[in-house]
């Protein structure tokens, strides 16, 4: 997909059909993540109702509760960077904009923020441009940079 590709729907009529598709998406993979969630819960107890530890489980067992821990934590994200929810504020009803240096999408809003954060940082760092950096610093202008 491109870089910063937006998808804006003027229309009530088509944005209500666009809010009501993401909703359907959404409360299936979240049922989907809730199944999930209560199988490998489900080992953490045994028959008597005491609590179990990890250390415990056969090794059958703990591959399978690993298994179901780890398609939970795919669904979450790929729920976190889809269409479905923005990447910073995660809400959904809104219009979108990819960014493909994080393979996620944010609502207007939220883009709009980071790309006015990142010129202005983009200013500072042209007027003091042999100003050494700490790792901090590096990670927060590369961050911005996918705004610009």
């Known amino acids: 997909m491109r870089d910063k590709r937006s998808i804006i729907i003027k229309s009530?009529?088509?944005?209500?059909?666009?809010?009501?598709?993401r909703d359907?998406?959404?409360?299936?993979?979240?049922?989907?993540?809730?199944?999930?969630?209560?199988?490998?819960?489900?080992f953490l107890v045994d028959p008597?109702?005491?609590r179990r530890s990890i250390n415990n489980f056969s090794p059958e067992e703990l591959?399978?509760?690993?298994?179901?821990?780890e398609r939970e934590n795919e669904i979450t994200d790929m729920i976190n960077r889809s269409i479905l929810t923005c990447a910073a504020c995660g809400k959904g009803?809104?219009?979108?904009?990819?960014?493909?240096?994080y393979d996620a999408w944010y609502c207007t809003e939220c883009y709009g923020l980071?790309?006015?954060?990142?010129q202005r940082r983009a200013k500072a760092r042209a007027r003091n441009p042999n100003k050494a950096k700490s790792c901090e610093e590096k990670?927060?202008?590369?961050h911005s940079k996918t705004f610009l």
């Open 24 to 42: 359907v998406f959404f409360q299936a993979a979240r049922s989907e993540r809730k199944r999930l969630y209560n199988e490998w819960r489900g």
């Open 63 to 69: 591959s399978r509760f690993r298994q179901l821990q």
């Open 12 to 21: 009530p009529r088509l944005q209500r059909i666009r809010n009501n598709l």
């Open 139 to 142: 990670v927060i202008e590369s």
């Open 93 to 101: 009803h809104r219009d979108m904009v990819y960014n493909k240096a």
């Open 48 to 50: 008597e109702g005491k």
């Open 114 to 118: 980071e790309r006015v954060t990142a």
